[in-house]
């Protein structure tokens, strides 16, 4: 960026992962949005447009903003200062991604600030080595369903647009933090349940190759790796399942690490799925969300549109 009067918008979508038997391997973004608006300035600030962004720190220490400066490092830049604001409608700890979409919008602030001109693949790439794995940082990035791989070495990822289907998600009152999720699962499994497993995400994404929703929704719900062990911590799971049975949809999963349950259905089942769970969990929200298939954008704006914002 050349001019201290330009401004950019970052808008990154949530992300589900562990989707079913995808444990740390598939991913699927969503309709909600951490949205950053900025420009360069004479040092770094940060400004929350939402409450769930008022509660981190409002200078360099913000985790985007760290994020962006270790991105730009990385590839032998010093970011200039900018003035962000910033909002989010990804709820914190609910096993949607709001710790990955942060990571992503750090990467593509570093990226149109630091003029980097990274492509999606070394995006996704930064992003899973500061995640761990790349089906949160995946989805985000490149929108749909993405199946990947992870290591030091390299990261692998698949990325198709996923149609035809709606997506319900039953987000509870209460975070589960993702370290708390992960001490409940065991250091190693079976030799049997791991085969179990494997098959089960195997045919899950076969069925979704060929829309076979319904086979889709029973690997969902054929697990091996994580749902059992993180059941104990999500006590809605099984009566969501049952729920969404009843009412014709498709299948039923943890999000990520949970406590955030969705669901899959029809188009035509999905309004009496959405009525069923309302009325089952008034304490929770429950929303029907849609898929993102285009995954995270960056852009600058143009005087018109810079003109709509209502907080300049």
């Known amino acids: 960026m050349s001019a201290d009067s330009e401004m950019f918008l970052i808008r990154v979508p949530a992300s589900t992962a562990?989707?079913?038997?995808?444990?740390?391997?598939?991913?699927?973004?969503?309709?909600?949005?951490?949205?950053l608006h900025g420009s360069l300035s004479d040092q770094w600030e940060v400004i929350p447009l939402s409450e769930e962004m008022s509660v981190f720190p409002?200078?360099?220490?913000?985790?985007i903003v760290q994020i962006a400066k270790k991105t730009a490092a990385y590839y032998g830049k010093e970011l200039s200062?900018?003035?962000?604001?910033?909002?989010?409608?990804?709820?914190?700890?609910?096993?949607?991604?709001?710790?990955?979409s942060a990571i992503v919008a750090g990467i593509e602030l570093a990226n149109?600030?630091?003029?980097?001109?990274?492509?999606?693949?070394?995006?996704?790439?930064?992003?899973?080595?500061?995640?761990?794995?790349?089906?949160?940082a995946g989805a985000s990035v490149y929108g749909?369903?993405?199946?990947?791989?992870?290591?030091?070495?390299?990261?692998?990822?698949?990325?198709?647009?996923?149609?035809?289907?709606?997506?319900?998600?039953?987000?509870?009152?209460?975070?589960?933090?993702?370290?708390?999720?992960?001490?409940?699962?065991?250091?190693?499994?079976?030799?049997q349940d791991a085969i179990g497993?494997?098959?089960?995400?195997?045919?899950?994404?076969?069925a979704v190759l060929t829309?076979?929703?319904?086979?889709?929704?029973?690997?969902?719900?054929?697990?091996?790796?994580?749902?059992?062990?993180?059941?104990?911590?999500?006590?809605?799971?099984?009566?969501?399942?049952?729920?969404?049975?009843?009412?014709g949809g498709f299948g039923t999963a943890l999000s990520g690490a949970g406590p955030t349950v969705l669901s899959i259905t029809s188009i035509d089942k999905s309004t009496a799925v959405l009525t069923a769970l309302k009325r089952e969990f008034p304490q929770f929200v429950v929303k029907e969300l849609e898929i993102d298939n285009d995954g995270s954008h960056a852009a600058i704006l143009s005087e018109q549109e810079k003109k709509g914002l209502e907080f300049l």
Request: glycine share 8%; charged share 25%.
């Open 18 to 35: 562990n989707l079913g038997p995808g444990f740390d391997s598939i991913g699927l973004a969503l309709g909600l949005y951490l949205e």
């Open 112 to 136: 149109i600030a630091g003029e980097l001109d990274l492509t999606d693949d070394e995006k996704n790439r930064q992003a899973s080595l500061f995640e761990g794995h790349p089906d949160n």
């Open 58 to 63: 409002r200078d360099d220490r913000n985790y």
């Open 81 to 100: 200062p900018c003035r962000l604001f910033v909002s989010s409608e990804i709820p914190l700890a609910r096993g949607l991604g709001s710790s990955a």
């Open 211 to 247: 829309k076979d929703w319904k086979l889709v929704g029973e690997m969902m719900q054929s697990d091996r790796f994580h749902q059992p062990y993180r059941a104990e911590l999500v006590p809605h799971l099984a009566r969501i399942e049952e729920i969404v049975l009843q009412e």
């Open 144 to 191: 749909g369903l993405v199946v990947g791989l992870h290591t030091e070495r390299r990261t692998d990822v698949v990325s198709f647009p996923i149609e035809g289907v709606k997506v319900i998600a039953v987000i509870p009152d209460f975070e589960l933090l993702t370290e708390d999720s992960r001490n409940v699962l065991p250091a190693s499994l079976p030799y």
């Open 197 to 206: 497993g494997s098959a089960a995400a195997n045919v899950l994404l076969a």
